[in-house]
Each structure stands twice: as C-alpha cells, then as structure tokens.
C-alpha cells in the first residue's frame, strides 16, 4: 500500500484556487475595478484561499483513511498558499508591467487622492509627481508584502484547521 503524501492535494487544491484567484482579478479587471483595495476584494480573495485550504485538507484527509495531523494540515494549507500567492503575483507583475504598463502610477495616484481627502496634512506641501517619485521605486515591496501576508493567513488558518480536524493514528 503506497503511502499518501499531501503534495498531490497541495498542488491540485493551490493551483485551482490560483486559477480562480486569476479569474477574479480578470474579472475585475474588465469592470475596471481592479484599482479598489476595498475589503470587499479582500474577502473575495480570502475566501477562495480558506476554500481552497479546506477543500485539499478534507480530500487528503479522506484519501488517507479520515486520518490527518496537525503538520499535514500546516503542510497543505501553507502549500496552497504559496502557490496561490505565486501564481497571483505573477499575473500582478505581468498586469502592472504589461497588460497596463501605468497601473502603479494609478494606484499611487488614488492612494494619494484618498490621503488628500481624509488627512490632507500627512501631505504637507507634497505634489502628486512626487508622491510618485517616492513611491516607484518601492513597488517591489508590494510583491513581497503580498506573498508574506498569504502564507502567515494560510499558515494560520489551517493551524486553526488542523487543530479542529486532526485524527492521527495510534
């Protein structure tokens, strides 16, 4: 009897959820929403990271006879989120580099238009080209900042899953 492993449930469970995340980022894209950090887009893309999660722990789970520990749940759910958050920035540098070559430009330039709304003196004199100026060569950090955040809540979340799940043989 071959052992199961979870690197089948990583890699099916992440690279649906990545396709999914990409759907909805096109999505947005053709409404031209994809400007908008609301919390909105925030659950959208949680949701579809704690589905995917769930989704590979449970089959795996299943697959191996309804028994499952702790650190493969931590396996899995942090495996799918490193391909989902991959897989995301990559299509994010190839949106912002290629398919819209000035979308940085229009993000910073939104971001600076809200501070200017709701606290205008964090602004002081400052002009919006150099807002941008600062700003450009910082967009790395974006990337970086993306990729941390989805493995820590994946990492979590199916710490928390694994905790409420877990049925290790004896």
Known sequence: MEEITPKKFIIQAGLLAAIVSIVFTIMLYSLDAHYDS???????????????IIWGTYEFKKANSGFISISETLKI???????????????????????????WNIVHENG????????????GDMSLNEFLEQRTPLIWIYYFAGITFNLLIGFFFSFILGLIIKKEKH
């Open 77 to 103: 759910g942090t495996g799918v989120s490193l391909i989902i958050a991959l897989t995301s920035t990559m299509f994010l540098y190839i949106l912002a580099n290629i398919i819209e070559p000035e979308y």
């Open 112 to 123: 600076f238009n809200k501070v200017l709304e709701t606290n205008p003196e964090l602004m």
């Open 38 to 52: 609301g919390i909105g887009n925030l659950v959208v893309s949680l949701i579809i990271l704690f589905s995917a």
